[in-house]
């Protein structure tokens, strides 16, 4: 087997595959920048990410917390676990003490700082005995 | 990283203008950064503070340390002589479009996916409090979906790298960006030694660039790109040592490949397995080269050594140990291989969809055929004993390896092969790709051998370098 025979055909074949892969992910994402299509990203990324504008609605509750403060978290029954995984990962500096859905019947301690997190995906924070 | 840079380029003393060449800047991000978290986490286990002046002050002391200490050891040399033809630049021109493409994306995608937020991202962000490293929330019982069985050598790493900030979107954006170019750039450098032609090494690097371990961006903030990273800096620094003869030289660079594979676990549970198969495979590369057999001894030693103290403290220092982790070989494991073996053409079958995926761009494909090739070719029997073999070898056994444990999984079997085992080829597809250079190379050096006359050039193609 010689690989000068072979060799210049193979990799003119490989070029112009990475050349058109390359040719229709340039015109992609000119055309829908923000187009995730990859295998990985078709398999998870509506799932795992319904809300772009999680970190600003987080910057804006974090500014109005201490560091160190518990917080507890009440947010609409049907997004109520993505919520508090999202409150852990952008509040890194405060504790998630509990988090509730929205109507449940267990309460939270009337003095908690609440995390109220509307259905619109708007948080507002609340403080001392109008909590919970 | 611009320490971390300066920790790795004190260690590897990369030579003139090798030391800003892509793959020099490669290895000492790979090696700063495995200096750094690997002296930093224990430290921090014992209560040093993480702060910025802290983290300055351990990489200017390890920087000025290992400067002063290695003034005798040879730098690294990363020069290979493969000169370039018109399909080379094309296929370099390509390579760069396809970087282009994968910065460009990466700058627009958003942060990410469930696995960052939940399990990656969040520890690098939480592990730090008041200044010190505080672990206590893996115990937390809130906190059990964040995999605290995982270890924590990645989510340190984007902590130091962030010189103890806590990291955003930027910064886990920047590390991942550095990352993958450092992985093109070492796996070029590998692809160059092992084929010792300069238009397969761009053409096959190009390959990697718009394959899936850059373009799916799901990946973003995972450990799998950090991975490839480090499995494959210990491999090409193998093929490195193997393609210079035996000597200090060579051994130096054994020594920082066993670092490069013992780091492996720091980074992902699986990568144990890699580690120990990369030995294996680095070892029996090391004896496949022309040295003496007491040589080979010695080399191996330098290689196992490093790969052992730094295996060992992966186990001391990462893996902080929880009950809540899932363990896949929970119960009585042997029941559920039973029952799933007697079916297994739906878990094979879902494997073999991931590996024949479009995404992938026919990688997995063009692997099999060399496999094939590696095992029957006859003519001249030196592909079947040389690095392609072994290469061949490792990938097709960690494949193995890693499609066995949907068999034994406690998780439903089909659901877990079908959210993981795609994301998990991609630490391998650039030592796939390595293989294929490397099975180039074979054939380029057999028919070197067979010919009647010795060729005026060592190599036929383009009077190329090194071979591995």
Known sequence: ?132 | MGLALLVGWSLLKPAGREALSPAGLGLALVFGTTLLVGIGFPLARLGAPVTASTIAGLAGLLAAGLFLLGRRRPPLRLAVDAPGDRLSKLAGLLLLAGLALFLAKLRLAPLWTWDHFAVWGIKSRRMIQDGALDLGFLDVRSFWGIEPQYPLGLPFAWRLLSLGAVPGELAFKVCHGLFALALVAITHHGLLLASGSRRIANGLAAWLAVSPVLWDTVGVGHADLPLALWAVAALVLVFAAIAVPAGERGKASLRLAGLAAGFLPWIKQEGLVVALALLAASALLVGRSPRDRRVVWQDRLALLLPAAVTLAASRLVTNVPRAHGINFFAGRWWVRVASRLAHPGELLGLAAKDLLAADWLGIWIVFAVVCVLTVTWRRSRRPRRGPAAILCGIVAGLLAVYVSIYFVTVLPARPHLEGSFFRLLCPLAPLALLALAAFLGDIASGAAQAAPTPPAAPQEMEGGGGQA
């Open chain 1, 1 to 132: 087997m010689n690989r000068a025979r072979f060799e210049p055909l193979l990799l003119t074949l490989l070029l112009v595959l990475v050349a058109g892969v390359c040719l229709v992910r340039g015109i992609g994402l000119v055309r829908e920048p923000h187009r995730m299509d990859a295998h990985e990203e078709r398999h998870w990324f509506e799932w795992a990410y319904p809300r772009s504008d999680a970190a600003a609605r987080f910057a804006g509750a974090a500014a109005a917390l201490a560091p160190g403060e518990a917080v507890c978290l009440v947010a609409p029954r049907s997004t109520k676990d993505w919520w508090t995984f999202m409150a852990r990962y952008y509040l890194p500096d405060q504790m998630i003490a509990a988090a509730r859905a929205r109507g449940a019947r267990r309460g939270l301690p009337p003095q908690a700082t609440v995390l109220d997190v509307h259905w619109n995906g708007e948080i507002q924070v609340r403080r001392g005995d109008d909590g919970g």
